[in-house]
């Protein structure tokens, strides 16, 4: 059987298995803990993770027929998962992803690579090179979507290694290649607008704890988990990819140093695009703080996460950067036709079908019930191992199940099991919430590993994502584990 027949097959067999395994499972009795219609979330549930691991469609287009699933199984009216369209966690990906735009549109995003390796700090040594790489590329991460960055940085290695004439067997490549795709993955932890499963997260959490997540309190815990994991991951690459001899002599610094030169100087763009984004992030920090001090209580109660993205999104449409020398008539930072460009529709819809898939589980138990059995399974374990547990457990298994649906079913299990073990209900979500970023794996679980694959240009490998993203699923469970257990309770109240 050729390639082409065998995904074929592939597709139909799941195709045909997640309404399969819906009409299984629908009519057997509930579980301990479930509701009189839990099994039948429990198969609208399991109907639509099947689809998504398998992508037998698209992974929008599942979640789009998420509506008509739950509407005929009787779970969920089409008007509530309509009803996910305003939730304040879409508004949050809509504006920030505008104010993304902005940087990509200017071309800052690029002249903050290019500006990285030309620092003073590198001097042609190859671990400097490396370490500014990871940092740069993970710190940018934390404010902006990761696969325009893995692409990016991907890009920057390819025309190092041409430049140089290295092959893709060269440590510095496979090194460069690999941490494209990592330490976006790393980076996206620090805020929430780090990667789109921090948004479905913070939905989730809303939804589950009754209770809001701002950007502040989400960030005071990431930053440094953040920081922590890239520095632990770029010493670990030093040594499985030590540099060969002479390794040194082979960067291109006049190569690095034409590439930013070209750029020019920075334009007036790219600086409505840095403070846009500055405003942004001081206004997600400390904006009603900001506002209650200038004696504006009404204002300070709107600065919520979403309507500052809104408000910041909004903004670049308004600010005049150049006249059309044609028409005369002023152009804006940011275009309608740039921002439906730069704005992740797939995105918005994933989550669409993420929530709702969230909401069923919740409305039918499903987290209860697999919470008992868990504690069953945990015995009397310490509250601190069957948190560690749940943080490994999420880590590990996000390497070969999409986000999108493993949010929705371990938050609400972390939580269930909180209340049982007596440890943070809040702290632990956010923990579970931090490892979910990181599949690095596989190319079919994570979409960064996919990107380097294809735009590798032959210089990627496959099995270096394995070792490297193993233990980039240990060590950030650690750090995350310990931080939040450590630091959690007193930087989030």
Request: charge should be neutral.
């Amino acid at each position: 059987m050729n390639r082409k027949n065998a995904a074929l097959c592939k597709q139909l067999f799941f195709l045909f298995c997640g309404p399969l395994a819906c009409m299984l499972i629908k009519d057997l009795p509930p579980l301990h803990g479930m509701a009189e219609d839990g099994m039948v979330c429990l198969a609208g549930g399991a109907w639509l993770v099947l689809w998504w691991m398998s992508e037998a469609f698209p992974l929008p287009v599942t979640s789009l027929l998420a509506i008509p699933i739950f509407g005929f199984l009787g779970v969920m009216a089409p008007e509530k998962v309509f009803a996910t369209i305003g939730n304040p966690a879409m508004m949050l990906i809509l504006g920030s992803t505008i104010i993304v735009g902005i940087w990509k549109e200017s071309n800052l995003i690029e002249r903050y690579a290019y500006w990285c390796f030309n620092l003073p700090f590198i001097q042609g040594k190859i671990e400097r090179l490396i370490l500014v790489f990871v940092l740069g590329c993970g710190v940018m991460s934390a404010i902006a979507p990761n696969i325009p960055l893995a692409i990016l940085f991907i890009s920057v290695s390819v025309a190092i290694a041409r430049s140089c004439g290295l092959t893709g067997e060269n440590n510095i490549m496979r090194c460069l290649c690999t941490m494209s795709a990592v330490a976006p993955s790393i980076g996206g932890v620090g805020t929430p607008l780090g990667g789109a499963p921090n948004i479905v997260a913070i939905a989730v959490i809303a939804t589950t704890l009754d209770r809001e997540v701002s950007f502040w309190e989400w960030s005071r815990l990431g930053m440094p988990i953040c920081l922590a994991g890239l520095l632990v991951i770029a010493v670990f690459v030093l040594r499985f990819f030590p540099p060969e001899k002479g390794a040194a002599r082979g960067i291109p610094q006049d190569y690095l140093k034409e590439r930013l030169a070209s750029l020019g100087r920075v334009s007036f763009h790219e600086h409505v695009a840095v403070w846009t984004m500055a405003i942004a992030l001081v206004l997600w920090c400390a904006g009603p703080q900001i506002f209650d001090a200038l004696g504006m209580p009404g204002v300070s109660g709107m600065m919520t996460s979403a309507f500052v993205a809104m408000l910041m999104g909004a903004a670049t449409f308004l600010v005049p950067i150049r006249r059309e020398e044609a028409s005369g008539r002023l152009v804006f930072a940011m275009s309608w036709k740039q921002a439906l460009h730069n704005i992740g529709w797939d995105i918005i819809i994933l989550q669409i079908g993420a929530i709702a898939f969230g909401q069923i589980l919740l409305q039918g138990g499903v987290d209860k019930s697999f919470a008992h059995y868990m504690q069953l399974l945990l015995g009397d374990v310490s509250g601190v191992w069957v948190w560690f547990f749940l943080v490994l457990l999420t880590a590990l298994v996000g390497q070969i199940i999409i986000s999108f649906a493993l949010i929705p079913l371990m938050i609400p299990i972390t939580a269930s099991l909180a209340v049982v073990y007596g440890f943070d209900p809040l702290v632990a979500c956010l923990s579970v919430s931090f490892v979910v970023n990181l599949s690095t794996m596989f190319p079919f679980a994570s979409v960064p590993v996919a990107v380097i694959m294809g735009a590798g240009e032959g210089y990627a490998n496959a099995r270096d994502f394995l070792g490297v993203g193993l233990f980039c699923a240990l060590s950030m469970t650690i750090i995350s584990f310990l931080f939040c257990w450590f630091a959690g309770p007193l930087l989030v109240q």
